[in-house]
């Protein structure tokens, strides 16, 4: 039995910008922090010869050819593998909300398919197997952001250049900066979930057909990226924060969906209790709204009383790794 796992993230900055229809003609820059919540994955091989498949559903079938779940068939067929294998998934917060859970489960699905046959990869070579499976083999409309942090873990920053190359560089925060990021940023869930498929489809869409609009917004997400790796590196972490809210205020602008009713009214009270900067994590629509705050108690407490759950996180720096073998 060889059990792996692999971090969940929350971007920190320049989100978008790493999806191919904007990247290819103007690279894009994301940040990003992996965080001590994972997807795990369990691989066994079984006494029957069939192919065992468990996460929300259960499947059983003979040949790789059969099996529903595409990530999990295309990584088979990556790894050469068609038979006599049980797989099965857990993960520490459910998927749709916001955290990057697709590629957490495609990196440690493939780490332990490689574990299985005594395989050993680069960390860039791992991330890249996993893009390759969403973006090409199944054209998910993904970017590169989700595999990368999760293999590489950190808070790190990813250049993106036009030709898909991605170099990963640790930003090199202070320890003191370090602690008190991680001691200050707090998340909370909204109480929706949702894919982001239709919201990230219209956003490479849009992009692809070179629609202005959408590329200003994206150049300045890019922008508001590299600033807040600078505002992070200084130690400047309320700078830090007021730029999550010009970066919350630019990202709703890119589709109506990113955004309702419902989600703004928590903002709003966020602000008005102590958070100095937010936004919502991942795509839109649903999932955890991340804020800093110093006043962390007044925060809490408001939101708490509006109904919110709060998820306690650190941060995760060993990436997509096994934690188990026998």
Not at 238 to 253: D, G, I, P, S, Y
Not at 257 to 267: A, H, K, L, R, T
Not at 297 to 325: C, K, N, P, W
């Amino acid at each position: 039995m060889i059990m792996t796992r692999s971090p969940l993230r929350i971007s920190l900055g320049g989100g978008g910008t790493d999806l191919p229809s904007y990247y290819k003609d103007h690279g894009g820059f994301v940040l990003a922090a992996a965080i001590d919540k994972y997807v795990y994955i369990t691989v066994h091989e079984p006494f029957t010869d069939q192919i065992i498949l468990k996460y929300s559903q259960m499947e059983v079938v003979r040949k790789r050819d059969e099996v529903q779940h595409p990530i999990v068939r295309e990584a088979l067929k990556l790894a050469g593998i068609d038979g006599r294998i049980e797989i099965a998934s857990l993960s520490d917060i459910p998927a749709g909300t916001g955290l990057g859970s697709s590629g957490s489960f495609t990196t440690a699905l493939l780490r332990a398919l490689d574990e299985l046959r005594n395989y050993r990869v680069q960390p860039e070579v791992l991330a890249e197997q996993a893009c390759h499976i969403e973006m090409d083999l199944l054209e998910e409309p993904v970017g590169k952001q989700d595999p990368y942090i999760a293999v590489f873990g950190g808070i790190t920053a990813f250049t993106i250049h036009a030709n898909g190359q991605v170099d990963a560089a640790q930003l090199k925060l202070s320890p003191e900066t370090l602690s008190n990021l991680e001691n200050n940023l707090m998340l909370f869930f909204t109480g929706f979930t949702r894919s982001a498929s239709g919201i990230l489809r219209d956003q490479h869409v849009r992009s692809s057909s070179k629609e202005q609009a959408i590329l200003d917004n994206l150049n300045c997400i890019k922008q508001l990226g590299y600033d807040s790796k600078a505002a992070l590196e200084s130690g400047n972490l309320h700078e830090f924060a007021r730029l999550m809210n010009v970066h919350w205020e630019h990202k709703k602008r890119r589709s109506p969906n990113i955004s309702n009713g419902v989600i703004d009214d928590y903002y709003r009270l966020a602000l008005k209790s102590g958070a100095l900067g937010g936004k919502l994590i991942g795509a839109g629509g649903g999932g955890f709204l991340m804020f800093y705050a110093e006043e962390k108690t007044r925060l809490r407490r408001a939101m708490t009383e509006a109904g919110l759950r709060e998820i306690r996180v650190g941060f995760d720096f060993d990436g997509t790794r096994v934690v188990a073998r026998s």
